[in-house]
């Protein structure tokens, strides 16, 4: 038996209506004055505090991220220029 840690299989989320909905939250004016970044980056964070209590609550352990630079096509994970990790939390 080996003492190698099996590898971690992850699920990746990709949220893609994040300006829609903050400007259901806030109204059309003010969604027009944030960038589309800050918009992603509020939505993404808090889906991950949500998703950590949820997953938690459960007795789920793991990692939790926001990456800038990755994308979804089809069954290909694309990397992009730019690769970082936004946020990690360890739940």
Do not use: Y
């Not at 589309?36 to 938690?56: N, P, R, Y």
């Not at 352990?61 to 690769?83: C, H, R, S, T, Y």
């Amino acid at each position: 038996m080996s003492n190698r840690p099996q590898a971690a299989s992850m699920i990746v989320l990709k949220i893609t209506n994040a300006s829609e909905l903050v400007a259901a939250k806030v109204g059309r004016f003010l969604e027009r004055l944030t960038p589309d970044d800050l918009d992603s980056f509020t939505v993404e964070d808090q889906v991950i505090k949500k998703m950590i209590e949820s997953l938690a609550a459960e007795g789920l352990k793991g990692e939790i991220a926001a990456v800038n630079g990755l994308d979804i096509d089809g069954e290909q994970l694309v990397l992009n220029e730019g690769l970082k990790v936004r946020q990690q939390a360890t739940f």
